[in-house]
Structures are given as C-alpha cells and as structure tokens.
C-alpha cells in the first residue's frame, strides 16, 4: 500500500498500478519469481498468465496446445512414467519434440525474468502513487472495481474453469480459459469419461485419449488458482484505489479545529469498501460541510502471513502457492498411473488433486508455523471523523450504521482548566 504521496506534484507517474477495462482488470502486483517459473514448466504460459502478462500467456497457451500434441509429448511422459520407455520413444515425433525444447526453457526463463522487473515496477509505483480510475463505463460493458470474495471465484472455476474469471472482471481472460477448457475436453472425450467414471462404468474410460487428457491437470488447477488470485489482486487494487482517494481528499480540504458548545464529535471505523465512499456522501447530503469530514485510512500494524485470504483481509500473502502446486504435480500423476489402475484417469487425478493440495499444504504449514494465523482475520482499514451540529447526531449515526460501520464513538467534551 502507498505510505506517501507522490512528492514531485509536476512529474506525471510513469509507472502504473493497474487497468480497469471492458476487457477486464490487470495489475501490477509482486509475486514470488520461483513460483512464477514452476507455473510455466508445469505449462507454458501459465507464468506469464500469473503476472498479467495474457497476451504472452495466450500465445504460449496455442504453442504448447500444437506443438505438443504434434510431438505427441503427453504420451510419452505417460508411457515413460509406467515404465514403458520403447512405447514412449516409438511415440515421440522428434522434429516437433527439437522444437518444443528452445520455446519451453524460454518461457521458464522470461516469466522469471517478468517476475522480477514487475516486483520492481511494483516498487516504482507505490513510490509514485499513480491514480486508478476505479470504473470503466463502454458501449460493451460496465466495469467497476469493487470487492469480491476470493473463494467464490475460486468455486466457480471449479465448476467450469473460465467463469471464476468472469465474475471477477476478467472478461477476456475468462472466455479464452473457458473456450480452451472446452476444447481440450471434447478432443479428450473427457466429459462422457468423467460421466461413466462417476456412474461406476471405469472400464469406459478406455474411451480417453491420453494425449489430450493430460493437458487437463495442469489446467484445471490453474483455473481455480488464477480466479483466486486474481480476485485477490483486484480487491487490493480497490483498496489502494480508495486509500490514494481519501488521502487526496483530505488534503485539498481545509479541515476545522476548532469545537463549540453546540457541535458534536464522531469516530467511526470501516473496511474499504464503496461503502466508505456512500457514508461520505450521505453526512454531507445531512448538511455536513466537506470540510468537517475527515476520512483517512489507517496503517494496520499485523504482519503475520495468513493461509487463507478473505474478502476483508486480502494482503496476497497467503500460503497456497505450495499446496496448488503440489496438487498440480499428484494430479497429473493420478490421471497418467489411472489409465492403468482400475478406477481410471478421472477419480484417481482428482484423488492426486486432493492429496497433493493437503500434503503441500502441510509442507507449507510445517516450514512457516511460526510465521502463520490460519484464517485472515477483519481489519479496520478507514477512520471518519465527523465534526457536526449536535442536533444532527442520531442522523449521522443513523447513516453511520446503514453504510456498515464497524464501530463509531462520540467524543466526549473536554473541560480545559486554566491554571
């Protein structure tokens, strides 16, 4: 979060915080380079999709779509992790393979490489504080930059992976995560797999074709992972939206520091929301001067890390980075060993999914004990102080309440003694 504002008034910011569009909401928002480049290997253009970078991603998304399923590469990763290595050299189109190898270390290499220079212009920014228009108004769409529960997100794109991104505003990004979804699973045939396997009918997951089933893992779990923090990283740019918007107001505004008789002091405490914005406006729809409304947000002092991010605690600073991956890694080993065990590739990825989420998660849990809460826990983000006419108290907290606030207080008057 900006601690400051930009001091150099007459320099326009050159780095930006983030984009609100009819095509959805990017950010620049730091993230862990290692994690970013196991994203790519696990598939190219995951990494660059991680950091913002979707046009990167989307080109490195087809790449691997073709070239992979030219070279038949999925099948031989299968076929040489059951032990039959002839099969799987048998399989290999070598010309498709030698050109698969330059393009996949690159994409390892530059979304490490992204990742770094976006920390930095991470850094920049804050520096800066460049302002984000917080709406986009269009012809196609109306955007707003509002709150949004991580975990929604996430659920939806558990469902169908693409509409977790949808409800959080990525529009593009959730119709191009959508239209691959569905086309790997047609070529597949893993929708009709899936509804024998839960039927009971394993012997029908013969049907499956491996090479395309295998693409499945990897990008279901990214989906989830993708929704969720993407809508973490649009519900921190919404507070930095509103923080820089409160500091800037209360600087053009004269504030009044003197209190009579017949005015009356009031605190009250919010989260950032668009509420904030709405109990402003209604104290000065009672008559409050603009300048007797003193709204700032406040610097929280907690640092723990937290594993489980909410709608009203979303720092980016929770630990399921580890538990994805590994449950990316046990689901695409489920489905491979699958295709030979009894109950097929559908349950036993999904087995894989579960598990390795649980044990990364205890791997993380077991490295960062002492650095961790388990739940992200409310936060008192915002303080108004209203300076107004006694008789307008029961109003204002009247109004104070209907804008969910988290608490208020009334001054009490201050005898001052003159010795």
């Known amino acids: 979060?900006?601690?400051?504002?930009?001091?150099?008034?007459?320099?326009?910011?050159?780095?930006?915080?983030?984009?609100?569009?009819?095509?959805?909401?990017?950010?620049?928002?730091?993230?862990?380079?290692?994690?970013?480049?196991?994203?790519?290997?696990?598939?190219?253009?995951?990494?660059h999709m991680f950091v913002g970078k979707y046009l990167h991603g989307f080109i490195l998304i087809i790449w691997e779509l073709v070239v992979n399923e030219k070279s038949n590469l999925n099948m031989g990763i299968a076929l040489s992790f059951l032990g039959r290595f002839e099969e799987a050299k048998a399989q290999l189109n070598q010309d498709w393979c030698l050109l698969y190898i330059a393009v996949y270390v690159y994409c390892i290499w530059d979304s490490y490489r992204c990742a770094v220079e976006i920390n930095k212009s991470h850094v920049l920014a804050e520096v800066e504080d460049a302002p984000i228009a917080p709406s986009d108004?269009?012809?196609?769409?109306?955007?707003?930059?509002?709150?949004?529960?991580?975990?929604?997100?996430?659920?939806?794109?558990?469902f169908t992976p693409g509409l977790g991104q949808l409800y959080g505003g990525s529009t593009i990004v959730g119709t191009f995560i959508l239209a691959w979804w569905i086309f790997v699973c047609y070529k597949a045939v893993a929708v009709r797999a899936w509804l024998h396997s839960f039927l009971g009918e394993f012997s029908s997951t013969a049907m499956v074709d491996w090479q395309w089933f295998l693409f499945l893992?990897?990008?279901?779990?990214?989906?989830?992972?993708?929704?969720?923090?993407?809508?973490?990283?649009?519900?921190?740019?919404?507070?930095?939206?509103?923080?820089?918007?409160?500091?800037?107001?209360?600087?053009?505004?004269?504030?009044?520091?003197?209190?009579?008789?017949?005015?009356?002091?009031?605190?009250?405490?919010?989260?950032?929301?668009?509420f904030v914005e709405m109990a402003i406006h209604d104290i000065e729809k009672l008559g409050v001067p603009s300048q007797n409304i003193v709204a700032l947000p406040l610097e929280n002092l907690e640092s723990q890390a937290h594993i489980l991010d909410s709608i009203h605690r979303v720092d980016g600073r929770s630990i399921?980075?580890?538990?994805?991956?590994?449950?990316?890694?046990?689901?695409?080993?489920?489905?491979?060993?699958?295709f030979v065990l009894y109950w097929g590739p559908i349950i036993w990825g999904l087995l894989g999914l579960a598990g390795g989420f649980f044990l990364g998660l205890a791997i993380e849990l077991a490295l960062n004990r002492k650095k961790l809460k388990v739940?992200?826990?409310?936060?008192?983000?915002?303080?108004?102080?209203?300076?107004?006419?006694a008789s307008l108290k029961n109003e204002l907290i009247k109004a104070l309440k209907s804008r969910k606030a988290m608490g208020f207080v009334i001054m009490p008057k201050q005898v001052r003694s003159y010795l």
């Not at 780095?15 to 620049?28: A, E, L």
């Not at 739940?375 to 108004?384: D, G, H, N, Y």
């Open 320 to 338: 399921l980075d580890g538990a994805m991956m590994c449950g990316t890694i046990f689901a695409v080993l489920g489905a491979i060993y699958g």
């Open 217 to 274: 893992p990897s990008m279901y779990v990214f989906a989830i992972y993708q929704a969720y923090t993407s809508v973490n990283e649009s519900n921190i740019l919404f507070d930095i939206e509103q923080i820089r918007f409160l500091r800037v107001r209360a600087a053009n505004l004269n504030q009044l520091n003197t209190i009579d008789n017949e005015v009356v002091q009031i605190i009250a405490t919010f989260e950032h929301s668009p």
């Open 1 to 47: 979060m900006p601690h400051q504002k930009f001091e150099s008034g007459d320099i326009k910011p050159r780095y930006s915080k983030g984009k609100i569009s009819v095509f959805g909401i990017n950010s620049v928002y730091p993230r862990t380079p290692w994690i970013v480049a196991w994203w790519s290997a696990a598939f190219p253009g995951f990494g």
């Open 137 to 158: 108004v269009s012809f196609f769409d109306v955007v707003i930059l509002d709150k949004k529960n991580p975990w929604v997100g996430m659920a939806w794109s558990a």
């Open 375 to 389: 739940f992200a826990s409310r936060k008192s983000e915002v303080i108004i102080e209203v300076t107004c006419n």
